[in-house]
């Protein structure tokens, strides 16, 4: 099994920058791609940044040339740097990786909450 714990949120004010970082611990074979989702109240949980393991990245739209994710595959770490934070981007932040283990299995960090004030 893998655990996910996220961390480095926090109540910042808009133009602001928050860094959340993920560590993955446990019995770990292979991390293949990792990513950050956030859920705003009342609605749906979004895809935010996505890594794979060589390095190649994917952004929301709302996002993109704000936040950058990096990962340490050596530390089995994922970030993502929030710059330029506006009041929209509130939600809680979670963490999420996959393995293949004769099948692709997900897992989830409790998540971070981030709030961004106007």
């Known amino acids: 099994q893998v655990q996910l714990v996220e961390s480095g949120g926090g109540l910042v004010q808009a133009g602001g920058s928050l860094r959340l970082s993920c560590v993955a611990s446990g019995v770990i074979f292979s991390i293949r791609t990792m990513g950050w989702y956030r859920q705003a109240p009342g609605k749906q949980r979004e895809l935010v940044a996505i890594?794979?393991?060589?390095?190649?990245?994917n952004y929301a739209d709302s996002v993109s040339g704000r936040f950058t994710i990096s990962r340490d595959n050596a530390k089995n770490t994922v970030y993502l740097q929030m710059n330029n934070l506006k009041p929209e981007d509130t939600g809680v932040y979670s963490c999420?990786?996959?393995?293949?283990?004769?099948?692709?299995?997900?897992?989830w960090g409790q998540g971070t909450q981030v709030t961004v004030s106007s």
């Open positions: 890594i794979t393991r060589s390095g190649s990245t």
């Open positions: 999420n990786a996959d393995e293949f283990r004769g099948r692709v299995i997900d897992y």
